[in-house]
């Protein structure tokens, strides 16, 4: 089992940077493929990015594609999202997700974080 804690969240204006991270505890990090996904109100949960277990193969939302960067070390047992020239329509409460499977970055989550809100005001 591992334990996922998000941080980093916040409130920033369209068009800026914020970078959120998930720290892992419990099992062995380098044995799960990570994600992230977010929710915004009254809306269902969105794959946003998924990466293997080595950082090698990484996957992205089309929303996303171009303006979010995932990435993991390993060492440290943590897995970012960069996400840059946000908008409005990016505000949403994003959740980590790790999945069992080391090679996949289509995100199948086994395990939650207890999410962090991104407020992007226009």
């Known amino acids: 089992q591992v334990q996922l804690v998000e941080s980093g969240g916040g409130l920033v204006q369209a068009g800026g940077s914020l970078k959120v991270s998930c720290a892992a505890s419990?099992?062995?990090?380098?044995?799960?493929?990570m994600g992230w996904f977010r929710q915004a109100p009254g809306k269902e949960r969105e794959f946003v990015a998924g990466i293997n277990w080595s950082g090698g193969s990484t996957e992205y939302a089309e929303s996303v594609k171009g303006r979010f960067t995932i990435s993991r070390d390993n060492a440290k047992a943590t897995v970012y999202l960069q996400m840059n020239s946000l908008k409005p329509e990016d505000t949403a409460v994003y959740y980590c997700?790790?999945?069992?499977?080391?090679?996949?970055?289509?995100?199948?989550?086994?395990?939650w974080g207890q999410g962090t809100q991104v407020t992007v005001s226009s």
């Open positions: 419990g099992r062995t990090f380098s044995r799960y493929a």
């Open positions: 997700a790790a999945d069992r499977r080391v090679y996949t970055t289509t995100i199948i989550p086994a395990y």
